[in-house]
């Protein structure tokens, strides 16, 4: 029974399990009871276990696609569906976190190939192109699940699932757990969290022209200029940025082009007010303020 979160130790019986990145065959197993599709659609099917999946489940009709030479050398950015159906199910690489072409299968990296891609933002791109060409081929009402997970470069979070873009109505969206990962085997330092789950979402095509398609713009705005900005705010940023000591005129002289001082002609009295009521800050001498570091409360 498909719930919220879900959680497979075993991966089954089911495709090459010496496949890295191979996910567990009752993900796919899951989906299918529940669904019930009638003509069965696997994208970036690489380790063979969607096909034995549905054969198990009796499909005799569900087609099974990758770039993998093995599996036809179906090229997603490149060619097309072939058929439409009322589920797919894609599992598509995470970026560059295990490489295929030429590591996985083959001995020379495909162009095309995602996990080949030379940036996030390429793959992003081409993880777009290839979803909306699964959308586009979906029958009436049909579904598409896809797994995806997150992943980290160079200390960096990246969520994939909130950077791509998505096409049709979002009907469900599942956590799964991981197992078995290098993450959860290996020991860290530190504020380090590890990476132990994936998503999978569960789009629907509910019309037949219509594309809803929901895109996500990073935008950077100055908190200098917000209206959301209280005046402990502005004076600990100011603080901040003179390195946690200065004077009471420096402060000032970072703060008058604030919006927060723009709209108040007795801004300065403002500015003295808070560096004295919070306890974030407190006083070195007379004019010169820092910024409180441990946090003690004015009254301890």
Known sequence: MLKSIV???????WGNNKYRGNCSGYVILDLLKHFKPKRFLEIFAGGGT???VAEDLGYTNSIHLDLRPELGGWNALRDEIPTGADFVFSHPP????IVYSGE?????????????????????KKLDYVNAKIYSSLRHGGRHAILIGDI????????????MAFFGKLEAHIIKAQHN????????????????????LIFKKNEIWKVPVTIVKKVFRDLRQSDFL?????????????GGVASLQDIYNLLEHTEKARKNKHWKEKVR?????YSDFYSIKRGVWALNKEMHSKTA
């Open 152 to 163: 980290r470069r160079k200390g960096e979070y990246f969520s994939i699932m909130k950077d």
């Open 181 to 200: 990962t290098w993450s959860e085997r290996k020991s860290y330092n530190g504020d380090f969290i590890p990476i132990v789950h994936e998503h999978i």
């Open 230 to 242: 209280t005046w402990r705010d502005a004076t600990q940023a100011a603080l901040e940025e003179l």
């Open 273 to 277: 007010q808070t560096l004295q009521i």
């Open 7 to 13: 959680s497979y130790p075993d991966r089954g019986k």
């Open 94 to 97: 995470y970026h560059d976190i």
């Open 104 to 124: 996985q299968w083959g001995t020379e990296p495909h162009p095309d190939d995602l996990s080949r891609c030379r940036s996030y933002d390429e793959f992003i």
């Open 50 to 52: 969607g096909k034995e």
